[in-house]
C-alpha cells in the first residue's frame, strides 16, 4: 500500500512539473505572439549554424548542434529559436530538482529548483536575449542531476552519467568548468561524500568526459584564432597596470555576485520571517552544505583567476556557475527548516514574479529602440541595390546579419569573424556597419579575418536607416563595397 507521505511528495513532484511545463509554454507562445525582429543572441543562431561542424567561432558548440537539428525539424525561424531556449529552461529546473529529490522531500526539492528563478540572469535575461547562457545552465543542471546520483548510490551507471554530462558541460561554455570542479571540491570536505570523490570508478567518468570533447577541442587548438577571438572581453591587463585591472575586476565580481544573490537573499528573508521554525524529523543529509560550499569554492577560484590574469571587466552573467551552486544550497538549506506556511509563501512570490515577467516581457518588446521593434524588411533591397545578390558576399555584426539572413536565407551572409576572410575574400564583399558596431571599416576587416587591411579597396560606400516601429527613431547604418584580397593576399 502507498503511504500518505508517498502519495504527497508524487503530488508535490506532479504539481512542480505541471508548473514549470505551463510556464515555458507561456514564455515560448508570448515569444511567438510578440514577434518582431530576432534579439542580437537569436540572430546569432541563424548564422553560426550552417551543419554539424565541430567549432563555429568563440562560443563552444553544443547550443549550435542543438539549434541545427530543430533548424531541420521546423525550419530557420522564431520557432525553432524560442523552443530550444525554453526546453533548456525548463530542463534546467527538472533536472535540479530530480538530483535534489535524492536526498530531500519532494517540497524541499522544489523549492531548491525553483530558486534559480530569483537570479535575475535565469529569470529575465534568459528568456530576453542569452542563449549559450541557457545550455550552460542546463549542463550544470544536468552534472547536479549526476553528480548527486553518483553520491547517493556510487553506481556505475551514475558515474558514467556524470562523465557524459561534464563531457557536454565541457561543450556549453567555458565557465562551466567552474560547476564540476567545485561540487568535487566541496564533496571532498563532507566526509558523508568523501568516498564517492575518491573511488576509482570516477575514472569512467573522465574518460567519457574526454571522449566528448575530444573532437572539438583538437578544433580549438586547431584554429585558436577563431576559437578564442573573444578574449578581449576579459580586459586582462599587463604589468605595470595589472594590479589595478585586478582591484577593478575583483569589485566587479562582488557587485555581479550581489546583483545576482540579492533577490534571493531578500526573498528568503521574508519566507524565514514567515515560515521559521523547524519541522520535525531526521536532520537532512549535507546536500546543502554541499551546495554552499561548492558555491564558496568557485566564488575563490574566480578571485584568484582575477588576480593572476588581472581582469578587468567582468559581466554578471559569467558567475552563473556560483548563484547556480549557492542559490539552490540556500533554499534546500532554508527548506529543510520551514514550516508549511513559508512554502506557501514562497510559491507566492514566484507566482508574482512569473507575473511579472511575462508581464515586463510584453513591454520590453515595445519600449522605445528595442531591439525587437526593429523594421529590418527594407535591409535586403537597400544591399541588393548596392551589388548584386544573392552572389556577393555580406559581412555584418550579429544583429543585423542574423535578421537579414532571417529574410534572406539563400544570401551569402557571415559575421565579423575570421572564418569571413576565408570564406569570402579574393573578390567584392559587402560590409555593413550598424551605428558603431564595429567603429570603422578597417576594424571590421580585421575581425573579419583580414589582419592587414591596408588601405581598403571601397568600391562604393554609403549610409542609410533603418526604423524602430515603437518609436519612430532611426538606426544608422553604412556599408562599404570592398574589393577584398583573397586569403594568400592576392586579390
Do not use: C
Not at 510578440?34 to 563555429?56: F, I, K, Q, S
Not at 531591439?371 to 544591399?383: C, K, N, Y
Not at 571590421?444 to 591596408?454: F, Q, T, V
Amino acid at each position: 500500500m502507498v503511504s500518505a507521505v508517498t502519495r504527497g511528495a508524487t503530488r508535490q513532484g506532479a504539481v512542480f512539473v505541471a508548473a514549470i511545463t505551463t510556464y515555458f509554454a507561456l514564455q515560448t507562445v508570448l515569444r511567438l505572439w510578440l514577434g518582431g525582429a530576432l534579439e542580437t543572441d537569436e540572430a546569432e543562431m541563424m548564422v553560426m549554424t550552417p551543419g554539424l561542424r565541430w567549432g563555429y567561432g568563440p562560443q563552444l558548440p553544443l547550443y549550435n548542434w542543438l539549434q541545427w537539428v530543430l533548424f531541420e525539424l521546423f525550419g530557420r525561424d522564431l520557432f525553432a529559436l524560442s523552443l530550444l531556449k525554453n526546453l533548456l529552461l525548463w530542463a534546467t529546473y527538472l533536472f535540479v530538482f530530480i538530483g535534489l529529490r535524492l536526498f530531500v522531500p519532494a517540497g524541499v526539492a522544489a523549492a531548491g529548483a525553483l530558486s534559480l528563478y530569483l537570479i535575475p540572469d535565469v529569470a529575465w535575461e534568459a528568456q530576453r536575449a542569452t542563449t549559450h547562457s541557457n545550455m550552460l545552465l542546463f549542463t550544470s543542471a544536468i552534472t547536479l542531476a549526476a553528480f548527486l546520483w553518483v553520491l547517493k548510490t556510487g553506481r556505475w551507471a551514475a558515474y558514467g552519467a556524470l562523465g557524459l554530462a561534464i563531457g557536454l558541460g565541457g561543450l556549453a561554455k567555458y565557465n562551466y568548468w567552474l560547476v564540476p570542479i567545485g561540487l568535487i571540491a566541496a564533496a571532498l570536505t563532507l566526509p558523508a561524500f568523501r568516498a564517492r570523490v575518491l573511488s576509482p570508478r570516477l575514472l569512467l567518468s573522465l574518460g567519457i568526459a574526454g571522449l566528448v570533447l575530444a573532437g572539438p577541442y583538437g578544433w580549438m587548438l586547431r584554429n585558436p584564432g577563431l576559437a578564442f577571438s573573444s578574449s578581449g572581453k576579459l580586459a586582462m591587463g599587463t604589468a605595470p597596470g595589472l594590479a589595478e585591472q585586478a582591484l577593478d575586476g575583483l569589485g566587479q565580481l562582488l557587485a555581479g555576485a550581489a546583483i545576482l544573490s540579492v533577490l534571493a537573499v531578500i526573498v528568503g528573508a521574508i519566507v524565514w520571517a514567515v515560515g521559521r521554525g523547524r519541522r520535525a524529523g531526521d536532520p537532512p543529509p549535507p546536500v546543502a552544505a554541499l551546495l554552499l560550499r561548492a558555491g564558496a569554492v568557485v566564488l575563490v577560484l574566480m578571485a584568484m583567476g582575477v588576480v593572476a590574469a588581472g581582469v578587468g571587466r567582468i559581466t554578471p552573467r559569467w558567475l552563473l556557475p556560483l548563484v547556480f551552486l549557492a542559490v539552490p544550497g540556500g533554499a534546500v538549506w532554508l527548506g529543510a527548516r520551514m514550516r508549511p506556511r513559508g512554502g506557501v509563501a514562497f510559491a507566492a512570490i514566484l507566482a508574482v514574479l512569473a507575473l511579472a515577467v511575462l508581464t515586463g516581457l510584453g513591454f520590453d518588446r515595445y519600449k522605445d529602440r528595442a531591439r525587437r521593434a526593429v523594421d529590418f524588411t527594407p535591409l535586403p533591397e537597400v544591399l541588393a541595390g548596392v551589388a548584386p545578390q544573392p552572389g556577393t558576399p555580406v559581412v555584418a555584426e550579429f544583429y543585423a546579419a542574423g535578421n537579414l539572413a532571417r529574410l534572406r536565407p539563400d544570401w551569402r551572409i557571415a559575421p565579423y569573424l575570421p572564418f569571413a576572410m576565408r570564406e569570402f575574400g579574393g573578390g567584392p564583399v559587402l560590409f555593413v556597419l550598424r551605428e558603431n558596431t564595429p567603429e570603422t571599416l578597417e576594424q571590421g576587416l580585421r575581425e573579419a579575418g583580414w589582419d592587414d587591411p591596408g588601405d581598403p579597396q571601397i568600391l562604393e560606400q554609403g549610409a542609410f536607416t533603418l526604423t524602430f516601429t515603437t518609436s519612430g527613431e532611426a538606426m544608422k547604418m553604412r556599408y562599404y563595397l570592398v574589393d577584398t584580397p583573397g586569403p594568400g593576399g592576392d586579390d
